[in-house]
């Protein structure tokens, strides 16, 4: 066994359902299930070795820091790409200029002149309505990674709320759980741990507690599927030569977005200021 495959046991325990769960499991069982947690993640990390890649440790991660002019917390509106370190790839370190919104903003006029490219959204959308899941599904996908406009670190409570007042409770569940369920593999649907978390978070990574009893929540719950297949649409690794244009998406949104008349940002929802937030993300104060 790898020396930096780490585990404890309250993640072992959350990924099998929970301490009651584990209660009722035999031990032959219970050794079954530690088996396939820790080959899942093994086999993740086995697979990229072999593609040569190696990934930094915990507190590799962490010593860089005070490398940085910013936290890698900070939502994407408000910094350059990211990419920092791949200049080739577009990135100029700055910020662009924003184009004006409309009066009353729409979803989609966000997601034209406040979200672009929004390629792993638009895709993973495209991906979920390709596999025939249902709208509401498919407006998860669309919106599952919305929050990080604003704020990277817990990401999907950022982007379950934002959204909260104009989708049904079930959408906003898949896209609060989905941060916490992308951690956990589930083979039943062929979900693995992602290879890209390797190198996020570092190989030896263990999800904070407050991720580990979200997952124990979900998984037992009876939406527990939504917020699943929203982490089996979630395309961390997308083609960049695949265009996906919003207009696809209008229909799914015309019915199960609740577009406020007066606008997102003005209509006084305990939201409203997230939304104006993000019309406006070069205001000083
Ligand atoms: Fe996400
Ligand atoms: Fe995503």
Redesign the pocket.
């Known amino acids: 066994m790898d020396a930096r495959l780490n585990v404890n046991r309250e993640e072992v325990v959350a990924s099998l359902g929970g301490e009651e769960a584990v209660q009722r499991m035999d031990h032959d069982a219970r050794a079954d299930a530690l088996e396939e947690f820790l080959s899942g993640r093994l086999d993740a990390i086995v697979a990229a070795r072999k593609r040569g890649k190696e990934f930094p440790t915990v507190a590799e991660i962490a010593d860089k820091v005070d490398t940085r002019g910013y936290r890698r917390g900070t939502g994407k509106l408000f910094m350059h790409d990211r990419n920092i370190q791949n200049p080739e790839a577009g990135n100029t370190g700055k910020v662009r200029k924003l184009a004006p919104m409309p009066e009353k903003p729409t979803l989609i006029d966000f997601f034209k002149l406040r979200f672009p490219p929004a390629a ?2 638009l895709q ?1 959308a495209r991906l979920a309505r390709k596999n025939g899941l249902s709208e509401e599904i498919i407006l998860a996908c669309l919106l ?2 919305v929050g990080q406009y604003l704020c990277y670190a817990d990401h999907g409570y950022w982007g379950a709320q934002v959204v909260e007042p104009y989708v049904s409770e079930r959408v906003a569940f898949a896209i609060r759980y ?1 941060q916490a369920l992308r951690f956990y593999p589930d083979p039943s649907v062929g979900y693995d741990y992602p290879e890209g978390y390797l190198l996020m978070f570092g190989s030896d990574y263990v999800p904070l507690p407050h991720v580990q009893a979200a997952y124990t929540y979900a998984r037992n719950h009876k939406w527990y599927m939504d917020a699943r297949m929203v982490t089996t649409n ?3 690794s997308f083609d960049p030569n695949v265009q996906v244009d919003i207009d696809e998406f209008t229909d799914v949104v015309g019915r199960h977005f609740k577009q406020p008349k007066e606008g997102l940002g003005n209509d006084n929802t305990p939201v409203s200021h997230m939304w104006r937030t993000m019309v406006i993300p070069d205001a000083p104060l």
């Open positions: 792993h959204l993973s599952h990674d989905h979630d395309l961390y």
